[in-house]
């Protein structure tokens, strides 16, 4: 009996463990996108609050560097949508990426929200996933004799979330 029990107690040594699960792998990507965003009610000069959007997931994300760990291997898509507080000259908000980052590994997905902030025609977010600066001017009104109803949008970031 005892030495059944010792080879018991030897065969479930040698039984593989159960697998460790293992944090996903970091991000570090460069990216850089541009887009045309639709403001309604339209911003003016008064602080207000508005929504926009950029239509769908429909703008190039050009990154270079891992995702997830994995090289990127070219160009993803990109939208957002949003509110903000303020007028032609300042305010704040929170907006909600939606992307996609085609990888050696497959395409990875995100949704993030996060708060951004402008003043002057620039902008900014300092978030953990995807920290970045903005620059951004009217594609259509003035701010003047028409409220901005369309917004052009360059955008650098640093893509760190997994």
């Known amino acids: 009996m005892r030495r059944i029990g010792c080879v018991l107690l030897l065969a479930t040594m040698l039984l593989p463990l159960p697998p460790v699960p293992v944090a996903a792998a970091a991000s570090n990507a460069s990216c850089h996108h541009e887009w045309t965003d639709t403001v309604s009610p339209g911003v003016t000069s008064t602080v207000q609050r508005v929504r926009f959007t950029s239509n769908g997931e429909r703008w190039?994300?050009?990154c270079q560097g891992t995702?997830?760990?994995?090289?990127?291997?070219?160009?993803?898509?990109?939208?957002e949508?949003?509110?903000l507080d303020g007028s032609c000259?300042?305010?704040s908000g929170t907006v909600n990426f939606s992307f996609g980052i085609p990888t050696r590994v497959g395409m990875q997905r995100f949704h993030l929200t996060f708060q951004f902030s402008y003043g002057g025609g620039v902008g900014g977010s300092s978030n953990d996933a995807f920290p970045g600066v903005?620059?951004?001017?009217?594609?259509t009104g003035d701010c003047v004799s028409a409220p901005v109803t369309e917004?052009?949008?360059?955008?650098?970031?640093?893509?760190l979330g997994g």
Not at 134 to 139: A, C, E, H, L, T
């Open 151 to 159: 917004v052009n949008i360059v955008r650098a970031g640093q893509l």
């Open 81 to 83: 949508e949003g509110v």
């Open 60 to 62: 190039a994300l050009v």
């Open 67 to 79: 995702v997830r760990g994995s090289e990127v291997t070219g160009p993803g898509t990109f939208g």
């Open 134 to 139: 903005f620059v951004f001017s009217p594609k």
């Open 89 to 91: 000259s300042t305010g």
